[in-house]
Structures are given as structure tokens and as C-alpha cells.
């Protein structure tokens, strides 16, 4: 079945660092690929999508880029803040016939930013 | 809007005992489901339902039950609670022409 793999965490950085988390997948088809923000005591958010090879989503400065070859959607920020601390999961949406979007998600990934 | 909302925010259960979550959405979405977080396992999905009067059985639905009578309501019903089902429940909600879920603020439930 499909599958969704993230890196092991936490992560902690400081302000304005790099960040990378890695997130690789197992499709039997051509799903949409996705990344959620949970920040503390809150549900989740989506943060970005990208729904066909290729394609990069992006917003508050995150990116990640559908790569069909390397089945990966990695997500991406030049300088994070404070305020990114949080828990980012990697999902995909299994779409079947009848409008059914079931997601799967990956264990998540916590990231704390220290100033 | 106030988008989709859950009650309670956290609950305490005995072994045994039964309850409802509920969830409420106030957007009109067809397809509604709900998602178990556990610690480094992510979300696991339960049940979902693509329209009123119709559901089906997710990842893990072994000891939930849920109904969809209306647009707006989809109850989560735990008809005897076990310590396995101490986790973190949410509640989603969506159109069925567009893949983007919106996500309720959970509910806490441990199970003693």
C-alpha cells in the first residue's frame, strides 16, 4: 500500500539556519503530495501541495518540489524563525473513485528553533 | 465560519466505558474524517465519509463506530473503551472536487 517515509526527529536549529526535512514516498499511482503544520495545542494546517511530478509548492517562505524519479518531496526553507517551531508531517492523498481523499501521513517531524 | 470544531477538548474514560466525540463542520464539505495521532506514528485514519448517510472503515477503525446523518455532523463513538485507545483524535473535513482538508483542534482522550 502507499507509504509515507519522513526524517527521524527532532531537529533543532538555530534562527535563520537552513532547514531541510526529508520525506520520501510509496505510490501505487499519481498522488498528491503534501505538507502539514501542527503547531503546539493546534491542529494541523496545510502548509504547501504539489499534485503532479514536478511541480513545487510553496508558502511562508517553505518550499518542496514533487520528484517523481526519486519519489521524494523534501521541504525546504532558506532562514527559519522562532515562530516555524513546530511539527511538519509529509503526506499523500490516496484518491479513489467517488471523491474519497484518503490521506497518509508520515510520523512527523518535530523542529524547534532556538534565537 | 467558524470551520470545524470538536468537543470536547479533552476526556478522561475508565476502562469499559462508552462516550461521543463529536466534530462539526459549518462549510458545507461532503467528505469528513477522522485520524488518530500517536507518538511517532503519525495520523491514522479511522473512519471517513464521502457524504451523509455514507461512511466506510479507514486504517484502523477496530472499536469506533460513526454515523453521518447530516452535512455537518460526523460523531466518533467509542462503544468500550480500552488504554489502546488513548491517543489524540482529529477531525477533518473537505470538498470532494478539491484535495485540501481542513483539520479540527483534536481531542485528548485517555483511557485509564
Known amino acids: 500500500g502507499n507509504s509515507v517515509t519522513q526524517m527521524e526527529g527532532p531537529v533543532t536549529l538555530s534562527e535563520e539556519a537552513f532547514l531541510t526535512i526529508n520525506c520520501t514516498y510509496t505510490a501505487t499511482g499519481y498522488p498528491s503530495l503534501f505538507w502539514y503544520v501542527q503547531y503546539p495545542g493546534e491542529g494541523l494546517q496545510l502548509l504547501l501541495k504539489a499534485t503532479k511530478a514536478d511541480d513545487k509548492g510553496s508558502n511562508k517562505g517553505f518550499e518542496a518540489t514533487y520528484r517523481k524519479e526519486t519519489t521524494s518531496f523534501h521541504l525546504e526553507k532558506g532562514s527559519v524563525q522562532v515562530s516555524d517551531s513546530a511539527v511538519y508531517f509529509c503526506a499523500l492523498s490516496d484518491k479513489e473513485d467517488g471523491g474519497a481523499q484518503k490521506l497518509v501521513f508520515g510520523q512527523g517531524t518535530r523542529l524547534t528553533i532556538n534565537p | 465560519n467558524a470551520g470545524v470544531t470538536q468537543t470536547p477538548k479533552f476526556q478522561v474514560l475508565k476502562t469499559g466505558q462508552s462516550m461521543t466525540l463529536q466534530c462539526a463542520q459549518d462549510m458545507n464539505h461532503e467528505y469528513m474524517s477522522w485520524y488518530r495521532q500517536d507518538p511517532g506514528m503519525g495520523l491514522r485514519l479511522i473512519h471517513y465519509?464521502?457524504?451523509?448517510?455514507?461512511?466506510d472503515q479507514g486504517e484502523v477503525p477496530n472499536g469506533y463506530n460513526v454515523s453521518r446523518s447530516t452535512t455537518e455532523d460526523f460523531p466518533l463513538r467509542l462503544l468500550s473503551a480500552a488504554p489502546s485507545q488513548t491517543s489524540v483524535y482529529f477531525c477533518a473535513s473537505g470538498f470532494r472536487s478539491q484535495e485540501t482538508q481542513y483539520f479540527g483542534p483534536g481531542t485528548r482522550l485517555l483511557v485509564l
Open positions: 465519509s464521502v457524504g451523509a448517510g455514507i461512511t
